[in-house]
RNA sequence: GAUACAUU
């Protein structure tokens, strides 16, 4: 079963799904059994390839075959339907890993606060931390990072603002993804005096702007008419040594 | 056997 399940898992990783669910068919003829590991590969296969019904479809598999399911067998599924911003799916996989009694982890909340701002809706992904903090899980920077690129997107400094300290109060360091959300946030509302001034404070706390946040400070200045301003930044993006792109 | 982050 290891072995067939490496061809499952490189199968998945060139985006042959549908290959690498018929191994578990050979695997049965081989006369072996298909366990928690091939399945996991075979749904991380199909997330792999954008096709999250069909990894939602797997866990009912393992279900009819009395297969348990462990909690990267639920992550994984849990993911797929993330990349797609299907924050109802997503919700369901969350629900129906607790009801076979398995404890959600920060991988989890991190796919459950992924699937909240692919949607858009920022007000989600930060319930996502706030439940995993009430459990007692510590999250990544990387989770309060996708609910604060949601508000960067949504146009929401003060939102920005408010997570940054409450990353900060939790121990955790605000990177240059964190920093940058609050600069895109700024550039969204037509503020680039404010994006400025959030890539003032970010350098003042020792994280360096890249060539990311400073493409949203020209996107500010531009946006608002400024093109002195928008040269003046590229300026001074080649100065501090990030090269365009 | 996984995993998720930003500009246009």
Redesign the pocket.
């Known amino acids: 079963t290891?072995t067939y399940?490496?061809l499952?898992?490189a199968l998945g990783k060139a985006k042959e799904a549908a290959k690498a669910h018929a191994v578990l068919g050979q695997i049965e003829r081989a006369g072996l059994r298909v366990d928690?590991?091939?399945y996991?590969?075979v749904i991380?296969a199909y997330?792999?390839s954008g096709m999250p019904a069909e990894a939602e479809a797997v866990l009912d598999e393992m279900a009819a075959k009395g297969v348990e399911?462990?909690?990267?067998?639920f992550?994984?599924a849990l993911?797929a339907h993330?990349?797609a911003g299907d924050v109802a799916a997503a919700e369901a996989v969350a629900e129906r890993m607790r009801a076979a009694g398995c404890e959600p982890?920060?991988?989890?909340?991190?796919?459950l606060?992924?699937a909240y701002?692919?949607a858009g809706e920022p007000r989600g992904a930060v319930d996502a931390i706030s439940q995993a903090e009430d459990a007692g899980v510590a999250?990544?920077?990387?989770?309060y990072?996708?609910a604060?690129?949601a508000y960067?997107?949504a146009g929401q400094p003060q939102a920005c603002r408010a997570l940054l300290e409450r990353m900060r109060r939790k121990g955790l360091q605000p990177?240059?993804?964190?920093w940058?959300?609050v600069v895109?946030a700024a550039?969204?509302c037509g503020d680039p005096d404010g994006a400025r001034a959030a890539v003032r404070e970010m350098r003042a706390r020792g994280v360096e702007p890249?060539?990311?946040?400073?493409?949203?400070l020209?996107?500010a200045h531009g946006a608002a008419g400024d093109l002195e301003g928008a040269a003046r930044v590229l300026g001074e993006m080649r100065a501090a040594g990030v090269h365009p792109?």
């Open positions: 290891i399940t490496a499952v898992v928690c590991h091939a996991t590969a991380k997330e792999k399911p462990n909690v990267v067998t992550n994984t993911s993330a990349g982890d920060a991988s989890t909340y991190a796919a606060a992924g701002a692919a999250v990544s920077p990387l989770c990072n996708m604060l690129a960067g997107a990177n240059v993804f964190s940058s959300a895109h550039a969204q890249n060539v990311y946040t400073y493409t949203m020209i996107n792109t």
